[in-house]
């Protein structure tokens, strides 16, 4: 069956807006659009009779906006003529995918800078396709981290602070995604744009928080999982930084996955056995009040065989790992060798009592 297309009048004034070059309309790229890993399990939930398809509807046209200005235009277009949008920012995962063949694809890949980075204030700007890695390459220089969301550093910060989720490995210490979000730029389902937080405030606009005057809109903006894109598009997020939690001097040598690098001084993990998920819950709860973990996380026996490898002849070295019944990670680090003791003794005095 032919793929229902734009008309052309429609698909001609959404390329006024981003230009002949950064929409299409062609089969094959709307079908690899209609592509994502597991979309097989969200097809199976909706039909479980149906054939196991790793497609989802066909979207009409990508578009790849490069301003928010564009990005307005292209939310009022598709309230002027009914059709639905889906945002993507890396765009990895199911919930990605148009739920409706009436809809476009806001591709956001052009929006990748790094705003700003206000070391003093401990925070940072950053559009929707700047990575996680990205922005802890420029960040680190200032001695500083952020969050880091588990789906890992190819993540992007701004969709885990407005669209989706929120804990990561080193939560403990940089907390949750919710949480972390500042200020806002956000384009409303009806194409206004909200300037949230601070960045709402009349005088000396700016970043800093995610509060400003009146009510906060944090909680009916993302709650606690996020709105996955049924809520407007965001274009700019303020997010926490925080001090590196030991020094920033890596030596690495060597090129992924063949790489090897100097821990620095200061840091230390632990792997403890916890035997079973009760033992497990315990320990998490008894070494989390110390407040003195950068990570404290449970993870399969095979994780952590694979986080010490980096061929399959490195990981069959570490098979004895693959006994631990219920691992519980933990790491420690600390700037100097008085807060680095006082981290050992406090996770000493923990496991004593476990
Ligand atoms: C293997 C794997 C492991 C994961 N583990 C975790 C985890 O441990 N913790 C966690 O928090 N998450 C996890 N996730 C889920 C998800 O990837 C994260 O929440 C991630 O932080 C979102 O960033 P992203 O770059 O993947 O966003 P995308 O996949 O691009 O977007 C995520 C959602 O937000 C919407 N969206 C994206 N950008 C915008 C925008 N600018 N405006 C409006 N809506 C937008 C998208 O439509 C989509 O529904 C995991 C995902 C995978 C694939």
């Given at each position: 069956m032919p793929l229902e297309k734009l008309e052309k009048t429609i698909y001609q004034e959404f390329a006024n807006i981003v230009g002949t070059e950064n929409i299409d309309d062609s089969a094959p790229v709307r079908e690899v659009y209609a592509y994502n890993w597991c979309q097989e399990i969200f097809n199976?939930?909706?039909?479980?009779?149906g054939p196991l398809s790793p497609f989802s509807d066909v979207p009409k046209a990508v578009l790849l906006p490069s301003t928010t200005e564009e990005v307005q235009q292209i939310v009022k277009l598709?309230?002027?003529?009914?059709?639905m949008i889906k945002a993507q920012s890396t765009g990895l995962g199911p919930w990605n995918q148009p739920s409706?063949?009436?809809?476009?694809?806001?591709?956001?890949?052009?929006?990748?800078?790094?705003?700003?980075?206000?070391?003093?204030n401990l925070y940072c700007v950053v559009e929707p396709y700047v990575s996680g890695a990205q922005l802890q390459v420029e960040i680190m220089k200032h001695g500083l981290n952020c969050h880091m969301p588990g789906a890992g550093p190819m993540a992007s910060p701004l969709a885990s602070a407005t669209s989706m989720n929120g804990p990561g490995f080193t939560s403990p210490h940089t907390g949750h995604s919710s949480r972390n979000m500042l200020a806002v730029e956000w384009v409303l389902p009806d194409g206004e744009i909200l300037r949230l937080g601070s960045l709402g405030q009349k005088n000396n606009p700016d970043w800093f928080h995610g509060d400003g005057p009146g009510p906060s809109l944090r909680g009916i903006m993302r709650g606690w999982a996020g709105a996955k894109s049924g809520l407007g598009v965001?274009?700019?997020?303020?997010?926490k930084l925080f001090p590196y939690p030991c020094s920033t001097d890596f030596k690495v040598s060597g090129c992924s996955p063949n790489y090897d690098f100097e821990i620095p001084d200061f840091i230390r993990v632990y792997i403890i056995d916890c035997k079973?998920?009760?033992?497990?819950?315990?320990?998490?709860?008894?070494?989390e009040e110390e407040e003195v973990?950068?990570?404290?996380?449970?993870?399969?026996?095979?994780?952590?065989?694979?986080?010490?490898?980096n061929s399959i002849e490195t990981l069959m070295d570490k098979i004895a790992l693959g006994n631990l019944k219920a691992p519980l990670v933990v790491?420690?680090?600390?700037?100097?060798?008085?807060?680095?003791?006082?981290?050992q003794k406090a996770?000493?005095?923990?496991?004593?009592?476990?």
């Open positions: 199976y939930m909706h039909d479980k009779s598709c309230n002027k003529y009914k059709i409706s063949s009436n809809s476009i694809i806001l591709d956001l890949r052009r929006m990748n800078h790094i705003v700003k980075i206000d070391a003093k965001f274009t700019k997020v303020a997010v079973n998920f009760k033992k497990l819950e315990e320990a998490m709860l008894r070494i973990s950068f990570m404290c996380s449970y993870l399969s026996a095979f994780a952590v065989m694979a986080i010490f490898s790491i420690i680090a600390a700037r100097t060798e008085r807060e680095f003791d006082y981290k996770m000493d005095l923990a496991l004593d009592e476990l």
